[in-house]
């Protein structure tokens, strides 16, 4: 559990970098869910900088799963994952029902 956590811990921080820099947009599963009338009206660079600092909550959760290996305990582990699971679905959600990202505002 202990190198499977520094992965994905890596592997977040560095989509969430580069998310955060406005780029990236077509590896976020919640823009290519949308029909093509309303990815016109998106706001690419909005959406990207909130799923970049999306993906420092999901690092976070995954250093939890460090942390819990670490001290052998299953409560911090199952923390980090209730986490990554909430931020996924939360902002998946946000981000289908509110007009914050809309460029035409």
């Known amino acids: 559990m202990f190198s499977i956590g520094i ?3 890596i ?5 969430g970098s580069i998310l955060l ?13 949308l029909p093509k009338s309303r990815k016109a009206t998106i ?6 900088q909130f799923m970049g600092k999306i993906f420092f909550g999901f690092a976070f959760g995954s250093m ?3 942390i819990g290996g670490a001290i052998n305990s299953p409560t911090v582990i199952v923390l980090g994952l209730i ?12 981000v289908l029902t509110t007009n914050r990202f809309n460029s035409n505002k």
Do not use: P
């Open 7 to 9: 992965v994905f811990t």
């Open 11 to 15: 592997l977040f921080i560095s989509l």
């Open 21 to 33: 820099r406005g780029k990236g947009i077509r590896m976020l599963s919640v823009y290519n869910m």
């Open 43 to 48: 706001c690419k660079e909005a959406l990207c």
């Open 64 to 66: 939890l799963w460090i």
């Open 83 to 94: 986490i990554i699971a909430f931020l996924a679905i939360a902002s998946t959600i946000y």
